[in-house]
């Protein structure tokens, strides 16, 4: 399964979207074949879930993408234990991710509520169950919804606090290192 999935990405990163969708069926019709009904299989069916509906998702094909995902982004989710958030750790992709993806094209078919719900409902004060990677693009989504909403109070709040996740992660470092570089041109000596 491991080798469908690098094929699939392979050609995502090649934006070879038709022939990345063509592996990506195959891929979910392994994952359904493969493993019994259990946590190893939702885990693998909530990965190759993932990069199916990516494919409708960079074809454009928002509406596609939506129906892929509705059951598994709209239903409640059973409480997860310790040794299945271990295993979750182990796939690439998790209901996180296709939560986003979800609400990714829910905002392009200005399904802007359920796009909202959605995001609301993920743990996005708790650091330990995603990356911060995914909080911050979460949270600017939030932004980006309720800006067109006409909600521009919550929109900057969602915005400082998406920029405030990705300073925390360390993506700042690159500013940093360019600005540090740019002190000496400025006739400036960095002091140790």
């Given at each position: 399964?491991?080798?469908l999935?690098?094929?699939?990405?392979?050609?995502?990163?090649?934006?070879?979207?038709?022939?990345?969708?063509?592996?990506?069926?195959?891929?979910?019709?392994?994952?359904?074949?493969?493993?019994?009904?259990?946590?190893?299989?939702?885990?693998?069916?909530?990965?190759?879930?993932?990069?199916?509906?990516?494919?409708?998702?960079?074809?454009?094909?928002?509406?596609?993408?939506?129906?892929?995902?509705?059951?598994?982004?709209?239903?409640?989710?059973?409480?997860?234990?310790?040794?299945?958030?271990?295993?979750?750790?182990?796939?690439?992709y998790?209901i996180?991710?296709?939560?986003?993806?979800?609400?990714?094209?829910?905002?392009?078919?200005?399904?802007?509520?359920?796009?909202?719900?959605?995001?609301?409902?993920?743990?996005?004060?708790?650091?330990?169950?995603?990356?911060?990677?995914?909080?911050?693009?979460?949270?600017?989504?939030l932004?980006?919804?309720?800006?067109?909403?006409?909600?521009?109070?919550?929109?900057i709040?969602?915005?400082?606090?998406?920029?405030?996740?990705?300073?925390?992660?360390?993506?700042?470092?690159?500013?940093?290192?360019?600005?540090?570089r740019?002190?000496?041109?400025?006739?400036?000596?960095?002091?140790?």
């Open positions: 399964m491991e080798f999935i690098n094929i699939v990405e392979r050609y995502l990163a090649s934006c070879s979207y038709d022939t990345a969708r063509f592996y990506a069926e195959r891929l979910m019709s392994c994952c359904c074949l493969d493993q019994p009904n259990s946590v190893e299989r939702k885990m693998s069916y909530s990965c190759s879930i993932h990069l199916l509906a990516l494919c409708y998702y960079r074809m454009g094909k928002m509406q596609q993408t939506y129906l892929i995902l509705l059951e598994q982004c709209t239903t409640a989710l059973p409480t997860v234990s310790t040794s299945e958030q271990n295993l979750q750790r182990q796939y690439k998790t996180h991710d296709n939560k986003y993806l979800f609400a990714l094209a829910c905002f392009d078919l200005e399904k802007l509520g359920e796009a909202e719900r959605v995001l609301l409902s993920m743990p996005l004060k708790d650091h330990s169950q995603l990356n911060f990677s995914l909080v911050s693009s979460c949270l600017n989504l932004g980006k919804i309720c800006r067109r909403q006409h909600r521009r109070n919550m929109s709040g969602y915005f400082i606090e998406s920029l405030q996740v990705r300073i925390k992660c360390g993506s700042i470092r690159c500013m940093i290192n360019y600005f540090t740019l002190i000496p041109f400025c006739g400036h000596q960095l002091q140790n």
